[in-house]
């Protein structure tokens, strides 16, 4: 098992190095070819919005093996990404939006399809230490890829990228083959998955440490995006620090991600996913409030509280999914969990924008307020159970 575990982190790093190298070369590319900011922006959204068809290809993901299919959506994602080779100019940006929605699309398929073969692959004791350190390659490879793309970008332009970052799936590929798997868990239903993408949702909202731990997730992830542009006024308006301080905050928030990334197993083993996912959520409130004091060494540890609480909160939702979902319905409810927890970013951002009209710490204190919220709520949710009928 301890191979298999190997493996999985290896696929982390590697996933995470391609992935974080194009999405940054993407967006520079088209405004290097547009000089439109605003249509640089649209890459990210090209590769979001295909989470709100999570429970339709996470269906996809309940009916076919499990295996081919991670491994095929790979190397689909390596096929697509050459036709950057034939971006010129302007008239060829579409191609790079078209790419980006690729890999909207396989993370969705690879995300759902990794949730339900860990459980395959890894005793259920092990899949909370090992969730975290993925989560910790992860964000270690949020460090160090964007840099390395910028500087082949500026050494060789955008098609260097494309190629390296075309061979990563393939390696991914590889290594998905290798892996050892097991007989699926016992308990869970034999012969055909049930039809209909309404029974993973109906899953994810039966079970109350499973909803629970994902709504906890799903508040603190959105309200990360709520507060975005609140950092930028902390920032520049409040402590009068250049923008560029905004790059030694997002390293301080990985910092704190990769180290809570490698102990988050040991807690959840310890005290259960629910507590995790609400400590985690307690954790981000309180950086969120620490970020309104006006002095940038709180504003610095106030990031590495934020990655340390998302991180959390994620790690012991995806632990959750793995532990209390049939195997017939994994890749359904880890679909359909993933458009739960991600999907509220898209309404967060916005409206983040629009409140921070008001200054930067208002937005922080009702984000706070929201994670704190939620905690409160979270075991008394966790007793009742909400039925919706299939």
């Known amino acids: 098992m301890r191979r298999n575990a190997t493996l999985f982190v290896a696929i982390s790093l590697l996933s995470g190095f391609g992935s974080s190298a194009m999405s940054l070369v993407a967006g520079i590319w088209i405004l290097d070819l547009t000089g439109s900011p605003g249509r640089a922006a649209l890459a990210a959204l090209c590769v979001y919005a295909p989470t709100l068809a999570g429970p339709w290809l996470g269906a996809l993901v309940d009916r076919v ?43 969705l398929l690879i995300d759902a399809g990794e949730t339900a073969l860990l459980p395959a692959a890894l005793p259920a004791a092990e899949l909370g230490h090992v969730n975290g350190w993925r989560s910790s390659a992860q964000e270690g490879m949020k460090l160090i890829a964007p840099l390395a793309g910028a ?31 097991t007989v699926p868990p016992a308990g869970t239903a034999p012969g055909r998955p049930p039809r209909g993408v309404r029974v993973g949702l109906t899953a994810l909202l039966g079970h109350p440490v499973l909803r ?55 807690l959840i083993a310890r005290r259960g996913p629910l507590a995790v996912a609400a400590a985690g959520t307690a954790l981000f ?61 898209a309404l967060a951002n916005p409206l983040g924008a629009a409140a921070v009209g008001w200054g930067g710490r208002p937005p922080l204190v009702a984000a706070a307020l929201a994670c704190l919220g939620a905690c409160a709520l979270a075991y008394r949710a966790a007793t009742a159970p909400v039925a919706v009928r299939a």
């Open 285 to 345: 409130a309180a950086s969120c409030l620490i970020r309104c004091v006006p002095w940038w060494p709180a504003v610095l540890a106030a990031s590495v509280a934020a990655g340390a609480g998302l991180v959390s909160a994620l790690v012991a939702a995806v632990t959750a999914i793995q532990t209390q979902t049939p195997d017939a319905l994994l890749g359904r409810v880890g679909a359909t969990a993933n458009m739960v927890m991600f999907g509220p970013i």
């Open 65 to 107: 093996p499990r295996r081919p299919l991670v491994v095929a959506a790979n190397l689909a994602l390596a096929a697509t990404l050459p036709s950057l080779l034939a971006v010129r100019g302007p008239d060829q940006v579409w191609l790079i939006y078209g790419v980006a929605a690729a890999y909207g699309v396989s993370y």
């Open 212 to 266: 629970v731990c994902v709504a906890l997730a799903a508040v603190a992830i959105a309200m990360s995006g709520f507060t975005t542009a609140a950092g930028y006024a902390i920032v520049v308006d409040d402590l009068g620090l250049p923008a560029t301080f905004l790059g030694v905050l997002l390293s301080a928030q990985g910092g704190g991600s990769i180290v809570a990334g490698a102990v988050v197993g040991r």
């Open 151 to 181: 500087g082949l970008y500026a050494w060789q332009g955008g098609h260097l990228v494309a190629l390296v970052s075309a061979a990563v799936p393939i390696l991914v590929a590889a290594l998905y083959l290798t892996l050892r798997l």
